[in-house]
Each structure stands twice: as structure tokens, then as C-alpha cells.
């Protein structure tokens, strides 16, 4: 008799699928932390040999390569958690509350998989004055609905904006951040609060974006307040959004387990049915 059991109709379902890497890489000459925050370093601890020059000294105790990073929570392709701008409700901090203990490494990885629904808003690209995003309102999200289908709970909302296209080695890398913040350069798309208010009463409690951040660049902070203060998570700085349909594809994000995040970053992929 034929195997149908769970296992193997999900290796099946792997095996015709296509699995679509969403995640930059990270690295010291692209844009890979939020120009406020610590950048990402990484050096070389022990080396197959000695070596030893100006202002370089590298041990070897034996004969094999380790490397040890500088690493921001919220670097690179990255989400965040409600203590990232919650306060833990022990510290009688404004917005304070219990979710403030929700931290990244408690977060059940089950949250951060399910459905995509791939949302393109591409067309806001440029729609804001130097150094501002374009809003993502309710109405486009209500635009894709009538299109493609209502939101269902426990789907991922994903913004498909393009902005990825600016993660690249600096000096050209500066467009991705730097130069919008410095007001050089009009910002990515991003939701504002009404829009991250539709998603959650639609039943969606996780969402993402190949943006900068989930936040507009001109005032980043409400949409994370309300969103991480309802209990909502935050996938930030995907890449490939373009080679997700609208719908079909399974999303994951598996996030490093560092205790008392407030965030991490990890490895996001899709699963796409051929």
C-alpha cells in the first residue's frame, strides 16, 4: 500500500516545488543595518595558519577557518518582535504592557509561516517628497481583495514595493537608506497605521516588506507602535517579492534564537508550487 502519510505528501509537495530565497545577504560593503545602528562587521578569528601583517594579526591554533560577526537584531532581512519598540511591562514605560516580554526567541515559529498573499504596490514608487515614503492605505489592499480574493486569517501579508533593487555595495547602496534619510531621496512604499488597523481586523497578524522598513522614513514609529502593540510581528527587508504570485505561495521566516530579542534576523524563503 502506497505511503500517503503527512510526511510524504509534504516531501512530494517539496520535491515539485519551487523554493524561492527571499533573503539578502549580509555583508560590511552593502546596506545590510539601519544607517543609526551598529553596522554589521565580520573578521576572521583562526585561520588554517598564522598570519601575521601591519595592524593584522591572525592566530591559528589549528588548522581551520572561524569568523566572528558584529551583529545588529535587526540586520539585514530581519523581524521584529513587540519588544523592539514595546517596552517589558515591568518598566512602568509608556506602552508598556505584557507583550514587552514577547520576546523575539518565544515567538512560536509557527506565527511566521503561512500563506502569502503578495501584494504589489509597486505604482506608489516616487509618490512622496525627498526623504518621505508613499503611504500604503487600506484602498490598494482593498484593490487586490476585489481582484484576488478577500484576506484570510493566518495569511502573511507581504508588500511587494521593489525597493530591493537598491540593496547593492556602496557606494550605490547608499540609495537604499542613507540618502533618504538625509532627504536626498524619496522613500519606500510603506502601510501606514490604517492599513496595518484593516490587516489585523482582517485576521492577518504577520506582515512584510522589501522596504527599508515597515515603517514610512519620514516617521517610522506609529505603524510599529500599533502593530507590535496589538501583538502583530514584522518581516522586514525581503528580496524577491516579484517571483511570488499573488497568491499559491507557502512563506516562512525561520529567525537565529537569541534570548531577549527584541528581533532577528534569519532566513526567509517561499515554497511555490510548479
Given amino acids: 500500500m502506497e505511503d500517503k502519510s503527512p510526511a510524504h505528501v509534504l516531501s512530494e509537495l517539496l520535491c515539485t516545488s519551487e523554493v524561492v530565497d527571499l533573503t539578502f545577504t549580509i555583508a560590511e560593503d552593502v546596506p545590510a543595518a539601519w544607517p543609526s545602528n551598529m553596522p554589521f562587521q565580520i573578521r576572521v578569528w583562526n585561520w588554517f595558519k598564522q598570519i ?16 566572528w560577526m558584529i551583529l545588529d537584531e535587526h540586520v539585514g532581512t530581519h523581524f521584529d518582535a513587540p519588544p523592539h519598540f514595546i517596552p517589558p511591562a515591568a518598566t512602568g514605560l509608556p506602552l508598556a504592557s505584557e507583550l514587552g516580554n514577547q520576546y523575539a526567541d518565544l515567538v512560536p515559529l509557527s506565527r511566521l ?3 502569502a498573499a503578495v501584494i504589489d504596490v509597486r505604482y506608489l514608487d516616487g509618490q512622496a517628497p525627498l526623504g518621505a515614503s508613499p503611504i500604503i492605505e487600506p484602498e490598494p489592499i482593498r484593490a487586490w481583495e476585489r481582484e484576488h480574493g478577500a484576506l484570510k486569517q493566518g495569511e502573511i501579508v ?23 534619510i538625509a532627504a536626498q531621496r524619496v522613500g519606500w512604499p510603506s502601510p501606514d497605521v490604517g492599513a496595518a488597523e484593516y490587516l ?44 511570488l504570485p499573488p497568491r499559491g505561495a507557502f512563506f516562512m521566516f525561520l529567525p537565529i534564537k537569541v534570548k531577549y530579542g527584541s528581533g532577528a534576523p534569519g ?4 515554497i511555490v508550487p510548479r
Fill in 52 to 67: 601575521d601583517a601591519p595592524l593584522h594579526h591572525v592566530p591559528s591554533v589549528i588548522p581551520f577557518q572561524t569568523r
Fill in 113 to 115: 509561516c503561512g500563506p
Fill in 158 to 180: 507581504l508588500f511587494y514595493t521593489g525597493w530591493d533593487r537598491f540593496y547593492l555595495p556602496f557606494p550605490e547602496g547608499n540609495a537604499y537608506s542613507r540618502e533618504v
Fill in 200 to 243: 489585523l481586523g482582517k485576521g492577518v497578524t504577520v506582515f512584510g516588506s522589501d522596504g527599508g522598513s515597515i515603517g514610512p522614513a519620514h516617521n517610522g514609529i506609529p505603524v510599529h507602535h500599533f502593530a507590535l502593540g496589538h501583538g502583530m510581528l514584522l518581516v522586514e527587508s525581503l528580496t524577491n517579492l516579484g517571483k
Fill in 267 to 270: 532566513r526567509a524563503i517561499a
